[in-house]
């Protein structure tokens, strides 16, 4: 065991002091993750925009108007139900809103509920449009967000007098006093505008009374009472309901790059361990350390050590930082058998191209080339799911593809040891087998 | 010590080692001399257990050298050398003395004595890869004697270092000769062998031409002294005459006049070899 692990720590030691193996092993792996999270998410931080899916049951002229101020807004991105239902239709249409949410293709569905735009008609009168939100109840942040924006876009709808009663007010009064001093007017005509100016005067003193009511109300927890709020000047009510994703598919595009991030590290890990096995072989060193009485299994083995301490150390590294990034680590059971097994595996394929690649230059060629074929057919570069279908039967036979299913159940697909146990025992099978070639070449080569 | 009998090895259609036994007795230091490709670091992996023989066998202190029994007993420095550049003097000797079971303030110890044997106590924190190739050669030896094996393998250990650094390696050999070490010294260089060694094995395309101490080579297969000398009144003409006994051949030629220059030129392991194998080792 000293020798092991003497072995294993001069080679970390190695790695320690060599910039470029550091980089792709820890650097290289988080810059992928970050990049294609980036590019396939769009919801980095900074580039928030909101998908949402608008049902619009309503279908009157305010609630297509309503639609269409959401459509504009920038901060989001709208899906519409594909074939406007018409009235019972509207059930259907709330039916694909829930599912999209369910699905995670969007963030949260808004229902205009129907009556929305005679409530705003009546809206004086006590009428409340009546808008439901569905959304990921774990989704706190993206819901206040949303609440705040179809807040604005509501107010927006009723435009300034009405949105800042204050200054209504004045200009009502302005106008008023104009009206009354005005020598041009005719008395029947002053009466006329006196009596308009005068009503929407007390009209907006109520409002604002309202809105002071209403912003009491906001700060302390008591509801205003019914009376108290007189007139409601909250057109618009947006209720929420909670709709809970299930656990199929991953919560942000950072969910999907990371492990497969993780695969490119730990293939360039593999990689980087196979090169220096392979230097000592062409050095002397592995004619010392041949000679040494140690038996040659033990040198496999150290290397095999510290390969495996070194992809363990770049898993943790990366499943942090994508749990920094939002990602809910799914299972950690299945996590961690699963990670640890994909480790073993990749270093049974380094144990098998150090031994068997003559050169370094040999190894890194044919080793990328290998591993650039099966990572593109095992979807650590293009996801599985959109490659066509004959691609993804291949996809199946390669190592890298049970590393993804490992490692994806883990992260985000909530699976099971269980389920995942065919290619574990696929990848555990390969780990053996690499050891097991690598040990015998070596006494055969004795 | 250590006993070759008929070993064969070939790698492909190259035959490496053709049919070579030596016995290389405790305590002295027994010199491979060929030229490239003659056979030595083949040889040499076999005495080591590193390669298998083909045919014959190979014994150290009487084991098979492939057992752990025999390892502890050998130290190698390989011709390509066996160092980590990345790393430090120290790390590389405290890395392949805890590969030889060494450890706590014993592995400290000898790695100290084995800097110190070698003379780079002063550069020990310093990368391989800052070291002249002398030191890297001199390191290369510490790694090899760091267990304190009974025999020590050195395979080339002067390639590309200069004359001093030479020197600093030689001194290596005779501090373990003095302190009872075997040690199996492979060169291409005539004058190395001469020089360090007790007895030399004369290896041509895998096969051992001559053993013998190099006086006796010198003397068996050394052929004629060469006597070059001029006399006064003969213009600096410079006159060569060959004999196996120069001394006598002086006094005649101090007869014949009085004597401008002379210089005797005795055999040398060259010689031996042009003698052998009828060509240069240079060639
Ligand atoms: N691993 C090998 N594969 C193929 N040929 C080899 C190998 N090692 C040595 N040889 C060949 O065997 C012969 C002897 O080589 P070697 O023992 O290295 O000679 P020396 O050390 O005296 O220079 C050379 O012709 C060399 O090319
Ligand atoms: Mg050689």
Redesign the pocket.
């Known amino acids: 065991m000293h020798q092991i692990w003497a072995l294993a720590r001069k080679d970390l030691l190695l790695l320690c002091r060599d910039k470029s193996g550091l980089f792709f092993t820890f650097v290289f792996p988080i810059g992928f993750a970050l990049f294609f999270g980036m590019i396939f998410g769009g919801s980095g931080p900074g580039s928030a925009r909101i998908a949402i899916a608008v049902v619009d049951a309503d279908k009157s002229e305010q609630s297509g108007r309503f639609v269409q101020r959401l459509t504009d807004a920038e901060q989001l991105t709208i899906h519409t139900p594909p074939v406007p239902g018409e009235g019972g239709a509207g059930v259907e249409a709330l039916e694909w809103a829930r599912k999209l949410v369910l699905s995670r293709a969007v963030v949260a569905y808004v229902y205009i509920q129907p009556g929305f735009g005679k409530a705003q008609e009546e809206m004086f009168f006590g009428g409340q449009g009546q808008v439901q939100v569905g959304a990921d109840p774990s989704k706190k942040a993206e819901r206040g967000m949303l609440e705040g924006i179809l807040q604005q876009h509501v107010y927006a709808g009723l435009g300034d007098a009405m949105a800042k009663p204050e200054q209504g007010r004045r200009k009502a009064q302005k106008a008023m006093e104009m009206a009354r001093q005005s020598k041009d007017l005719s008395p029947a005509d002053r009466l006329v505008f006196e009596t308009f100016f005068g009503a929407l005067d007390v009209f907006l003193a109520r409002a604002e009374r309202a809105g002071q009511v209403e912003k009491k109300a906001a700060e302390g927890d008591e509801k205003p009472s019914a009376s108290a709020r007189g007139f409601a000047f909250a057109p618009v009510a947006i209720t929420f309901a909670d709709v809970q994703p299930s656990r199929t598919g991953p919560c942000n595009a950072f969910a999907v790059s990371f492990p497969q991030g993780l695969v490119w590290g730990v293939m360039g890990t593999a990689m980087g361990f196979a090169v220096s096995f392979i230097g000592e072989r062409r050095s002397g060193v592995f004619a010392r350390l041949a000679c040494a009485p140690m038996p040659p299994w033990r040198l496999i083995a150290g290397k095999a050590l510290a390969c495996m301490l070194t992809i363990v150390f770049a898993m943790c590294l990366m499943l942090s930082m994508s749990a920094a990034l939002g990602v809910r680590l799914g299972n950690w059971p299945t996590l961690v058998v699963g990670g640890g097994v994909v480790a073993f595996a990749f270093v049974g394929i380094m144990a098998i191209i150090s031994v068997f690649a003559p050169t370094e230059r040999a190894a890194t060629g044919l080793g990328w080339a290998v591993m650039m074929v099966l990572a593109f057919i095992g979807g650590a570069a293009v996801p599985t799911f959109v490659m066509p279908g004959w691609m993804q039967t291949i996809s199946n036979i390669s190592p890298m593809a049970w590393a993804l299913a490992c490692l994806e159940g883990g992260v985000w697909r909530g699976s099971t040891i269980g389920e995942i146990a065919k290619p574990l025992v696929a990848l555990g099978t390969l780990g053996v087998l690499g050891l097991g070639v690598a040990v015998a070449w070596l006494r055969h080569v004795r | 010590m250590i006993r070759l009998e008929s070993i064969g090895k070939s790698?492909?259609r190259?035959r490496?080692?053709d049919g070579l036994s030596l016995h290389i007795n405790a305590g002295e230091v027994f010199g491979l001399l060929?030229?490239?490709?003659?056979?030595?670091?083949?040889?040499i992996s076999i005495a080591t257990g590193l390669l298998a023989p083909d045919e014959g066998t190979a014994r150290v202190h009487g084991h098979d050298p492939r057992l752990a029994g025999a390892r502890r007993a050998i130290g190698v420095a390989p011709?390509s050398l066996a160092l980590y550049d990345e790393l430090t003097g120290r790390e590389n000797l405290d890395f392949f003395a805890a590969i030889y079971n060494l450890h706590g303030s014993e592995r400290a110890e000898r790695v100290q004595e084995a800097l110190t044997l070698v003379t780079l106590v002063d550069r020990q924190h310093d990368r391989v890869q800052g070291y002249s190739g002398g030191m890297k050669r001199r390191l290369n030896l510490a790694a090899a004697v760091l267990h304190r094996p009974a025999v020590v393998f050195m395979?080339?250990p002067t390639a590309g270092v200069d004359p001093h650094a030479r020197h600093a390696i030689f001194e290596i050999v005779g501090t373990l000769k003095s302190r009872g070490c075997t040690v199996v010294y492979?060169t291409?260089y005539m004058e190395e062998a001469e020089r360090l060694c007790d007895r030399v094995a004369i290896?041509d395309a895998?096969k051992v031409l001559a053993i013998d101490t190099v006086a006796g080579l010198l003397g068996r297969y050394g052929g004629q002294s060469v006597l070059e000398f001029s006399r006064d009144g003969e213009g600096g003409r410079v006159e060569r005459v060959e004999s196996a006994d120069p001394i006598a051949a002086l006094t005649q030629a101090a007869a014949g006049g009085r004597l401008q220059s002379a210089r005797i030129h005795g055999p040398t392991l060259e010689s031996v070899f042009l003698t052998l194998t009828g060509r240069s080792p240079r060639d």
Do not use: L, M, R, W
Not at chain 2, 34 to 43: C, D, E, I, R
């Open positions: 790698f492909g190259v490496a080692v060929g030229p490239n490709g003659a056979g030595k670091t083949t040889t011709q395979d080339e492979s291409h290896i895998g």
